[in-house]
């Protein structure tokens, strides 16, 4: 059976991770696994790399002293996880999921969640967004691989705090990749009765508004209550906006629909959208 897997890391949203990935679990009617990785501190490395610095004399005594140190940290670490873990499933259980289960792996995050992703029916992470030397927050480089790596869907959590979604907003472009999101959407238990908006940002043309209707027929066959907006200007910045002032609670986009090179040339706004949404995003392949 297809399983939600958590990734969490004992941050400020893992709160929120556990309680989205415990409320996807519900929706699905599947189990729960949640999943702690240990990765290796490049700090530590750094402390290593002095060694050859060390006079022949104390070499040894140090480099013993430097690996028991480390040693240490490893089980410290190791401890803290398995707490973090049986806390987690703890809150899981409290939140009314029936199958719950904890992993501790060591590795990379996108290395695991790879490893993982034949079972995987749903990824649900949080986003620790950092500030840049201009002052501009950056996305979580484990979010980006692991949506730019993962082929099922991944839940992003952009706050710590957790509010069961009573709206959902999709943002559509139009293309046979949207097509398909909407459709995928349609046949999925995950998001079944909320009511839902189709964005669309561009020119207001008769192809935009009948695009826009053939997308909200999808999901209105499908039972679905589906509104539809057209927003002026750049997706990735009047989204965010839109957004702001609706108190949508969850934002379903697709994955990064252009080449790397593109990427690195003019942006992406997968990217852009994951690190400005006010709310939390589902992104779909």
Known sequence: MKKVYACIDGLTTTPAVIDWAAWSARRLEIPLELLHVLERDPDMAAVRDFSGAI???????????????????????????????????????????????????????????LEMEPDARLFVLGDHQRAGKTGKLHLDHHVERVVRAAKCPVLVATTGQFAEPTHFVLADDGSATATRMVETVARSPLLAGLPCTIVRCGPDNPETRRSLVEAQ????????????????????????????????????????????IRHLVVGSTTTTLLRLSPCPVLVLR
């Open 55 to 113: 006079g022949l004399g104390a070499q040894e005594t140090l480099l013993n002293q430097l690996s028991d140190l480390d040693a240490q940290r490893g089980r410290l670490a190791q401890e803290a996880g398995r707490q973090m873990l049986t806390s987690a499933q703890e809150r899981a259980r409290s939140a009314g999921v029936k199958q719950v289960d904890g992993r501790m792996r060591h590795g990379e995050v996108v290395d695991t969640v």
């Open 217 to 260: 027929q999808i999901l209105q066959a499908a039972g679905f209550t589906a509104g539809a907006q057209s927003l002026q200007g750049e997706a990735h910045e009047a989204i965010p906006d839109w957004l702001a002032t609706q108190g949508a609670s969850l934002l379903v986009m697709g994955a990064y629909g252009h080449s790397r």
